[in-house]
């Protein structure tokens, strides 16, 4: 079941914050964060694990509540080079291996 | 470095005819998936694999078939391609092994396939 991502759409000028929601109906062992600009491939972000620890991008901010399964990235300051299109993918464990299920993306324009 | 590498970029196939795509890393990655994206849709998981000589299969695996003879290999084959599975296709690996956790690990895309079918 894909986790479900808000906004879907959102449109920036130059210098304002955005916020792009994750939520999931089942326990997560992590939330990854993607993004992708048009027609290339997706590039990793960030991860966030349960207990609190976080890999990746030090230019942008996410938060993770275990308890509600819910993530959120926080783009503030956004430049041009923001623009593209988010997705998460929350991890679950399945036997011994781990697997990713992607949200259906929030695309984020940033104009002047 | 390479990093993950797909090819073919581009292809046209017709109707019922079949074809592999190769996806390749160099970085000695234990996982490797294959995806599917469709507008409004995300990426999808069609199968992965943790390891030599192991798959598994995702959300979409109906119509496809995999294979991973080699640790840095991982093939995607489609026997009798249908107009639904048009899309873009990427592979993807993570997990380097050792003494990592396997869990939390990013996930390294490759460029993508643009497969049209007619």
């Known amino acids: 079941q894909q986790p479900v991502q808000s906004p879907q759409a959102v449109i920036l000028r130059e210098g304002e914050d955005a916020v792009i929601n994750c939520s999931s109906s089942?326990?997560?062992?992590?939330v990854h964060w993607y993004r992708q600009k048009h027609g290339e491939a997706p590039v990793f972000l960030m991860i966030?694990?349960?207990?609190?620890e976080q890999k990746g991008h030090d230019k942008i901010s996410a938060s993770f509540n275990e308890k509600k399964q819910q993530s959120s990235l926080y783009l503030t300051a956004s430049q041009l080079s923001y623009s593209g299109t988010y997705f998460c993918?929350?991890?679950?464990?399945?036997?011994?291996?781990?697997?990713?299920?992607f949200g259906t993306g929030t695309r984020l324009q940033v104009t002047l | 470095n390479a990093g993950v590498t797909q090819t073919p970029k581009f292809r046209v196939l017709k109707t019922g005819q079949s074809m592999t795509l190769l996806c390749a890393q160099d970085m000695n990655h234990e996982y490797m998936y294959w995806y599917r994206q469709d507008p409004g849709m995300g990426l999808r998981l069609i199968h992965y694999s943790v390891g030599e000589g192991t798959t598994a299969k995702g959300e979409v695996p109906d119509g496809y078939n995999v294979s991973r003879l080699k640790k840095q290999n991982f093939l995607l084959g489609l026997e009798s391609a249908a107009p639904s599975q048009t899309s873009v296709y990427f592979c993807a690996s993570s997990y380097p092994g050792g003494g990592e956790e396997a869990d939390g690990q990013p996930q390294h895309f490759g460029d993508g396939t643009r497969l049209s079918i007619l």
């Open positions: 966030l694990l349960k207990g609190g």
């Open positions: 993918g929350t991890e679950i464990r399945v036997g011994t291996a781990s697997k990713l299920t």
């Open positions: 089942k326990a997560l062992y992590s």
